[in-house]
């Protein structure tokens, strides 16, 4: 009988063991399929921001990609402007919503946030070029006023460095529960915003030329009428 039991419980815990390694290996196969539908998506973005030729981003699209693939429930970006007195404003330009969420695209609170004001510990991590990721209940409560407006649960806020210039942030927001994100989704998304930044970058250059190349036409053009 002795013998019979210890089999058995050997066999438990062989089965125990069996089971957890199926697990493991089960999580691994997930975390590397992730990995590739994230280097994908990342992939796709950058080939549609080199595709794209006029002065708007393809913000529609590629904010789509992103919130699909991230779980996300509303995706959107946000550009940098200063008021009267060079005081550093942010108004949203471009959103992505899921199935069954509400859109703030039309939302006045979202347009002129003074940042420095209004969400201090943005400005200070995004300015400084470093993500912003966490659960609402991490929050100050100063900035949790502005999330729970939103019926943010859970953020990743990326910044969009043009010219190594704060040019404005892409935020994903989860709506449902305080998610967590890991170190690995925060870097595969920070290689797209790092594509938005210099999709805004070459416009910027672009936008340079051509205002320099009329200078110089508008000179020549004076100086054949002298």
Same mark, same amino acid.
């Given at each position: 009988? $002795?013998?019979?039991?210890?089999?058995?419980?050997? *066999?438990?815990?062989?089965?125990?063991?069996?089971?957890?390694?199926?697990?493991?290996?089960?999580?691994?196969?997930?975390?590397?399929?992730?990995?590739?539908?994230? !280097?994908?998506?990342?992939?796709?973005?950058?080939?549609?921001?080199?595709?794209?030729?006029? /002065?708007?981003?393809?913000?529609?699209?590629?904010?789509?990609?992103?919130?699909?693939?991230?779980?996300?429930?509303? $995706?959107? $970006?946000?550009?940098?402007?200063? =008021? %009267?007195?060079?005081?550093? !404003? %942010?108004?949203?330009?471009?959103?992505?919503?899921?199935?069954?969420?509400?859109?703030?695209?039309?939302?006045?609170?979202?347009?002129?946030?003074?940042?420095?004001?209004?969400?201090?510990?943005?400005?200070?991590?995004? /300015?400084?070029?470093?993500?912003?990721?966490?659960?609402?209940? *991490?929050?100050?409560?100063?900035?949790?006023?502005?999330?729970?407006?939103?019926?943010?649960?859970?953020?990743?806020?990326?910044?969009?460095?043009?010219? =190594?210039?704060?040019?404005?942030?892409?935020?994903?927001?989860?709506?449902?529960?305080?998610?967590?994100?890991?170190?690995?989704?925060?870097?595969?998304?920070?290689?797209?915003?790092?594509?938005?930044?210099?999709?805004?970058?070459?416009?910027?250059?672009?936008?340079?030329?051509? !205002?320099?190349?009329?200078?110089?036409?508008?000179?020549?053009?004076?100086?054949?009428?002298?």
């Amino acid at each position: 009988i $002795v013998g019979q039991v210890t089999v058995a419980i050997e *066999n438990a815990r062989l089965f125990e063991q069996t089971q957890t390694a199926l697990a493991e290996r089960e999580q691994t196969q997930e975390i590397l399929a992730q990995r590739e539908r994230y !280097l994908a998506a990342q992939l796709d973005v950058q080939n549609r921001l080199l595709a794209t030729k006029g /002065h708007d981003a393809p913000y529609d699209t590629i904010l789509q990609i992103l919130g699909e693939v991230s779980g996300a429930n509303r $995706v959107y $970006v946000f550009e940098n402007h200063q =008021d %009267s007195s060079n005081q550093l !404003l %942010s108004s949203q330009r471009a959103e992505w919503s899921a199935d069954g969420m509400d859109p703030e695209i039309d939302n006045p609170n979202l347009q002129n946030i003074h940042l420095k004001e209004d969400l201090p510990k943005w400005k200070k991590t995004l /300015h400084s070029g470093k993500a912003l990721a966490g659960k609402f209940s *991490n929050f100050p409560e100063k900035e949790k006023a502005f999330l729970e407006a939103r019926n943010v649960k859970a953020i990743l806020v990326l910044p969009l460095m043009v010219s =190594d210039e704060f040019f404005g942030f892409i935020g994903f927001d989860n709506c449902i529960e305080e998610r967590p994100w890991d170190a690995s989704e925060e870097g595969l998304l920070s290689a797209a915003a790092a594509a938005i930044s210099l999709w805004h970058e070459r416009r910027r250059a672009e936008e340079g030329l051509l !205002l320099a190349l009329q200078r110089t036409e508008s000179l020549y053009r004076i100086g054949d009428a002298m």
